[in-house]
T-cell receptor
Framework: EPEVTQTPSHQVTQMGQEVILRCVPI?????FYWYRQILGQKVEFLVS????????KSEIFDDQFSVERPDGSNFTLKIRSTKLEDSAMYFC????????????FGQGTRLTVV | KQEVTQIPAALSVPEGENLVLNCSFT??????LQWFRQDPGKGLTSLLL?????REQTSGRLNASLDKSSGRSTLYIAASQPGDSATYLC???????????FGKGTTLSVSS
């Protein structure tokens, strides 16, 4: 079964540092997403990406965040100048954008900011 | 703004029981509703997707129903097993290729 792969599984970083989270989407999928889940809270949407540009973003996705697909396979989320409150599980998801098709999620990257 | 609520927040049952998890959403103009399973510290595994034009979907011991006009979905788990212990999340979107809005989940514990 196809799967979404995320690396690293766990990242510890110091406050103020930049981190890059990586995702390899399912190959024939066209829409890519980042979500986050702070411990004990709901899964929250951050951003969606289609045709090499952001198609939708939430109020959480401010100038601290950016996304790109640098090499046509990886899909990355960059967080600049990390804050303690950025500590969360970050999930990448993909789908093919057609009605009735499921979104597939990766196993997540647990980001801990110290 | 779409809000998704799941009741109960937690549920403990003995093995073999049939059970129902509830999901409600405030805006009935949804496109898809998807049920996920999340094990502690892990990712989300898709269980069932119901399109807005459908009333229910079945996969093995799982059956999900959708009443779009009343803003409700239920996930029915038959003959529960300890391996079903996990958090079950409900999520909706309002068109293809857009964000999923999640509920907080129901944490299920099935004892042997």
């Amino acid at each position: 079964e196809p799967e979404v792969t995320q690396t690293p599984s766990h990242q510890v970083t110091q406050m103020g540092q930049e981190v890059i989270l990586r995702c390899v989407p399912i190959s024939n999928h066209l829409y890519f997403y980042w979500y986050r889940q702070i411990l004990g809270q709901k899964v929250e949407f951050l951003v969606s990406f289609y045709n090499n540009e952001i198609s939708e973003k939430s109020e959480i996705f401010d100038d601290q965040f950016s996304v790109e697909r640098p090499d046509g396979s990886n899909f990355t989320l960059k967080i600049r100048s990390t804050k303690l409150e950025d500590s969360a599980m970050y999930f990448c998801a993909t789908d093919n954008g057609q009605g009735g098709t499921e979104a597939f999620f990766g196993q997540g990257t647990r980001l801990t900011v110290v | 703004k779409q809000e998704v609520t799941q009741i109960p927040a937690a549920l403990s049952v003995p093995e073999g029981e049939n059970l129902v998890l509830n999901c409600s959403f405030t805006d009935s103009a949804i496109y898809n509703l998807q049920w996920f399973r999340q094990d502690p510290g892990k990712g989300l595994t898709s269980l069932l997707l119901i399109q807005s034009s459908q009333r229910e979907q079945t996969s093995g011991r799982l059956n999900a129903s959708l009443d779009k006009s009343s803003g409700r979905s239920t996930l029915y788990i038959a003959a529960s097993q300890p391996g079903d212990s996990a958090t079950y999340l409900c999520a909706v979107d309002n068109q293809a290729g857009t964000a999923l809005i999640f509920g907080k989940g129901t944490t299920l514990s099935v004892s042997s």
